[in-house]
């Protein structure tokens, strides 16, 4: 059964900090992966999407990477910035099931 | 603007009651799906359609049900066999070939009183 963890649950930093956070999955076998945000009652808004063939994907200040073989994920915001303020949820896709499996989120604040 | 459109945003229903949760999406995207998220857990998948009349059962389907008469619309009802209903509830779409990118509406919130 595939597992999603995203650690630290919570994080708080300065603004202007460059920082990463970390999803990790326990079964390598997977078909993308994908970084959402999260504002306060509102519903999820899609950050960026990594195939299983990528190691890499970059949106503006964001890049997130992937290595399938170690279960790992990561989502780094550069020149972070108080409006970055919100919580980080990452997904995997299954390969061959219809679904994707969440993790429980990181809530990042960024301090002005 | 295209996007997926939930309603209500709030709503309350005693116990006992069907409540019926409305979602609607303009992307032409042939795949709905809807999910429950509760404080501290992760999304989890009740329902899921990939073509029009045509649905299958999440990890969380006991309780609910669902219709997929039009593509463009993929209603969820909670049923008074649910026994924990209280959560935010998030409908979402994709293009095609789960799992593609998804994209969500705003969500509903229910609150059984």
């Known amino acids: 059964k595939q597992e999603v963890t995203q650690i630290p649950a919570a994080l708080s930093v300065p603004e202007g900090e460059n920082l990463v956070l970390n999803c990790s999955f326990t079964d390598s076998a997977i078909y993308n992966l994908q970084w959402f945000r999260q504002d306060p009652g509102k519903g999820l808004t899609s950050l960026l999407l990594?195939?299983?063939?990528?190691r890499e994907q970059t949106s503006g200040r964001l890049n997130a990477s992937l290595d399938k073989s170690s279960g790992r994920s990561t989502l780094y915001i550069a020149a972070s910035q108080p409006g970055d303020s919100a919580t980080y949820l990452c997904a995997v896709g299954i390969q061959g099931a219809q679904k994707l499996v969440f993790g429980q989120g990181t809530r990042l604040t960024i301090n002005p | 603007d295209g996007g997926i459109t939930q309603s209500p945003k709030y709503l309350f229903r005693k116990e006992g009651q069907n409540v019926t949760l409305s979602c609607e999406q303009n992307l032409n995207h042939d795949a709905m799906y809807w999910y429950r998220q509760d404080p501290g857990q992760g999304l989890r998948l009740i329902y899921y359609s990939q073509i029009v009349n045509d649905f299958q059962k999440g990890d969380i389907a006991e309780g609910y049900s669902v219709s997929r008469e039009k593509k463009e619309s993929f209603p969820l009802t909670v049923t008074s066999a649910q026994k924990n209903p209280t959560a935010f509830y998030l409908c979402?779409?994709?293009?095609?070939?789960?799992?593609?990118?998804?994209?969500f509406g705003e969500g509903s919130r229910l609150t059984v009183l």
């Open positions: 979402a779409s994709s293009i095609a070939g789960f799992p593609g990118e998804l994209f």
């Open positions: 990594i195939q299983s063939s990528q």
